[in-house]
């Protein structure tokens, strides 16, 4: 998968888009960065625990695919962004931030058709 070109497209979806990262579940990136313009809430340092973080969430959900099925996306909205935690395959994630204004169901509808025709 070109994950270069999956970021780019990924941000062309909506002008609300802030951060898009792709890591693997190593924290490993793959491709990513903040929009050109828009300033990070987060030092570098704090951004690299969010991601840590939300690879380590999705590791622990992983725990219940048997049960439940595989996760889709999870979304957390806070008062200045939303951000999202999206599995593109078993080894890679696409973790993002937003503005909290952006419809998220058309984001992630958009992006899941990203990975589906990657």
């Known amino acids: 998968m070109d994950y270069i070109k999956l970021h780019k497209d990924i941000l062309d979806i909506d002008p609300k888009i802030r951060f898009v ?10 491709a990513g960065g903040q929009r050109e313009g828009v300033s990070n809430y987060l030092s570098p340092h704090e951004e690299q625990q969010s991601i840590r973080h939300a690879i380590e969430a999705w590791k622990l959900r992983l725990i219940f695919t048997g049960s439940i ?19 593109i395959d078993d080894k890679h994630i696409i973790y993002m931030t937003t503005e909290v204004v952006v419809d998220h169901n058309r984001v992630i509808a958009s992006i899941l058709k990203l990975i589906e025709t990657a």
Do not use: S
């Open 21 to 30: 990262t792709i890591v693997d579940m190593e924290g490993r990136l793959m």
């Open 69 to 87: 099925g595989k996760g889709k996306y999870v979304i957390a909205e806070y008062e200045k962004i939303k951000r999202m935690t999206i599995p």
